[in-house]
């Protein structure tokens, strides 16, 4: 069998036909004594997927019951002679969409028939590593795991929102870099999501309940499953005061999401950046929302007194005959970060948008409120602290 050895990463590959590869792997479990097994197209290297190769790549092209990676992460990807030509050549490939009609013409002519030989449904192999930089142009860095949660426009940052009726649609912005393939879980799981490709964004549905009401949605997908409309978790119902619903309550989802990349580098076997969702239903507004205006600032409880700057809080009304009944109808809780923390604390009367972290100062006393995320998993901030100057 004929070997190669790549000058860039000094290793060596051995070429030799699919047919031949597959049985050896089927067989011994081994190529060319290093351990090979069948893998699924999440295991496509990046620089395939959206790197420097990706212009040319249609993953819809591959045999993707036959892939092949090496333990020393070398992958083999196969393709239909058919298929590899119409990726490279055809009317949807990038000759055909960048080139001028009549120096397509005479490429993809002069392809075709360098090839003619060659049948349709014989196998050709492209042999791709892992974390393979070519230049410096062609970087391939480690996972950076990093997601948002958005309003379903796509707009507005939210971890949050009223059910009134047909649940509460969140955009999952998907920011990380030199991912190849996302799992995430919504709530107490009952499906994960598990997507083999990188996909830029999709969308949940979460409703006001402890039932199984967190749904994937979306156009569906070939490489991401379950299919859109599967119930993927449910919520548990959360008492604001933790005792009884006088304060309101709430449906809390534990948002959890992986990301990997070339040879599963990355938070693959841990969840990275589990945050909380918050639905609220509509008949809270038997409470309904309440709002005060504080002068504000982001850094300096002092600075906060005299601030020409003001800010309006939003939250589910509090019961005002409560010990813990804060300003403008709010409700503080234990104004520290354990229960019973204080209600969720918004930037608008949708009760969508978080509210901003910093200092709030009652206007006309010295009462300053913090507010801050009570824990690591909180996104959307509550009364931590107060003090009177």
Known sequence: MAKFKDTTSNKEFQFSTQATLSASVAATGFVDGKRGEFVGVDKIPFRLKQGDQSFYFDISKVETGSIIRLDDGTVYVPYKKSNWQDMLIGTNSHIKNNFQNSSYLQISSAFAERFTQIG??????????????????????????????????????????????????????????????????????????????????????????????????????????????????????TNINNSNGNQGTYASYAFKMKMAGDADSGSLYSFAGTREIIVYDKSHERFGVSSGSFQYDPLSRHTSTGSGVFKTLYYHTGNVGSSTAGPSGSYTGSLSTSNPLSSPLHGDADLRTTASYGFYNTPGTTEVYVVDAPNNNTTIPRFTAFSIL
């Open 120 to 237: 349709g449904e014989a196998i050709i192999t492209q042999l791709v590593e892992d974390n393979y930089t070519a230049t410096a142009k062609a970087f391939v860095g480690p996972v950076t795991a990093s997601y948002e949660l958005r309003a379903a426009n796509g707009v507005s940052q939210s971890y949050s929102g009223i059910d009134e009726g047909s649940g509460v649609d969140f955009l999952i912005e998907n920011n990380s870099t030199f991912s190849t393939h996302t799992i995430f879980q919504v709530g107490l799981p009952l499906n994960e999501v598990t997507q083999s490709v990188f996909l830029t964004s999709s969308l949940i549905n979460c409703h006001h309940s402890g039932s199984n009401t967190a749904s994937f949605m979306g156009t569906n997908n070939t490489f991401s499953t379950p299919v859109s409309g599967t119930i993927i978790g449910k919520g548990i119902v």
